[in-house]
């Protein structure tokens, strides 16, 4: 089975910037990305790409979240910026989608 290893989460102020990075530990096919969970919510998609290779956000990150890949590399990256108090969350990698499989998770807060 596939593992996720992410990186890149952190402490920053509103209006700043993260990248978060995913490595797979083989290339895979199905779709690849990030979701998130916020405390007492439940986990929602944030960015990802689909098997086609086309992406799919979240209207909330819309124009300030960024999802790219490394293909050769097996690695995903989600640039955020403009960052609010309300992306603050724990961001998990996701290949497979909700059925398949997740990284441990890597915590970004915003503070206001």
């Known amino acids: 089975q596939v593992q996720l290893v992410e990186s890149g989460g952190g402490l920053v102020q509103a209006g700043g910037s993260l990248r978060l990075s995913c490595t797979a530990s083989?290339?895979?096919?199905?779709?690849m990305g990030w979701y998130r969970q916020a405390p007492g919510k439940q986990r929602e998609l944030v960015a990802t790409?689909?098997?086609?290779?086309?992406?799919n956000y979240a209207d909330s990150v819309k124009g300030r979240f960024t999802i790219s890949r490394d293909i050769p590399k097996s690695t995903v990256y989600l640039q955020m910026n403009s960052l609010k108090p309300e992306d603050t969350a724990v961001y998990y990698c996701?290949?497979?989608?909700?059925?398949?499989?997740w990284g441990q998770g890597t915590q970004v807060t915003v503070s206001s």
């Open positions: 083989r290339i895979s096919v199905g779709t």
């Open positions: 790409f689909t098997i086609a290779g086309t992406t």
């Open positions: 996701n290949t497979g989608g909700t059925r398949g499989t």
